[in-house]
């Protein structure tokens, strides 16, 4: 388990092919009861590329007027979310052994033109808790950086059923993804092909 950068720690292949589309149909499941939806940018008001959907008690979202934030409902049917699917559950113990249960996982859908600029994620009251993130479908080439935006950066290709835990010093890392590669090696799983190319989970601590 290779750490790319203190307290980040990449386990590649984490989840085998079998456990990948045991992922896949309950992700499929939580969009079937919490659609995809496109977040904007504070201020500008310009759409993310990235499509998303959350589980969860609360889930991160972000508009022109309210920016980034969490909330307990879908922005667009006003439910709640559905709950986190036991399975990553029980990935988040065995990888983080934090002792509270992750409170949002949000579901990041990744066209294959789809990109993430560099940002930190400080959204959430508690950056003692880690952040773990799952991978689905192509490679992407995923940036990590420091804990300034003009500190050096590294890239790391980003593998289906790869997992990251990024603790402690890395919490507040700068990080992105630069692009998705060619999907044609590793479509989605079948409950999500046609949804993407990529699908990344990312489980955190909120409160
Ligand atoms: C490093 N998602 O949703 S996952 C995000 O692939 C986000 O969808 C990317 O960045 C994606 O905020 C990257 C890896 C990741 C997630 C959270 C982190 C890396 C992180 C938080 C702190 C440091
Ligand atoms: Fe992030």
Redesign the pocket.
């Known amino acids: 388990m290779p750490e790319i950068a203190p307290g ?1 720690i990449h386990y590649p292949g984490f989840l085998d092919a079998a456990a990948q589309e045991a992922l896949a149909r309950e992700i499929a499941d939580v969009i079937a009861q919490a659609p995809l939806f496109v977040s904007r940018m504070p201020k500008s008001g310009l759409p993310m590329s ?1 499509r998303m959907t959350n589980c969860g008690p609360l889930g991160w979202m972000s508009d022109k007027d309210k920016g980034y934030r969490y909330e307990p409902r879908h922005p667009e049917t006003g439910a709640p979310w559905p709950p986190i699917p036991q399975m990553l559950l029980d990935v988040w113990d065995a990888l983080t052994g934090y002792p509270k249960p992750p409170e949002a996982c ?1 579901v ?1 859908v990744y066209a294959e033109d789809a990109k ?1 600029g560099l ?1 930190q ?1 400080r959204d959430e009251a508690d950056f003692d808790a880690p ?1 773990l ?1 799952l ?1 689905l479908g192509a490679d ?1 080439r ?1 940036r ?1 950086g420091g804990r300034k935006r003009s500190d050096k950066t590294i890239a790391v290709t ?1 593998s289906s059923g790869d997992a ?1 835990v ?1 603790g402690g010093p ?4 700068f ?3 630069d692009k998705i590669l060619p999907s044609m090696l590793t479509p989605l799983p079948a409950p999500l092909a046609g949804l993407g190319a990529r699908v ?1 989970l ?1 489980l955190r601590r909120v409160t």
């Open positions: 980040a990235v949000l990041n993430m940002h994620d952040i993130s991978s992407c995923f990590f980003l990251l990024f890395a919490r507040l890392c990080h992105g993804v990344n990312t």
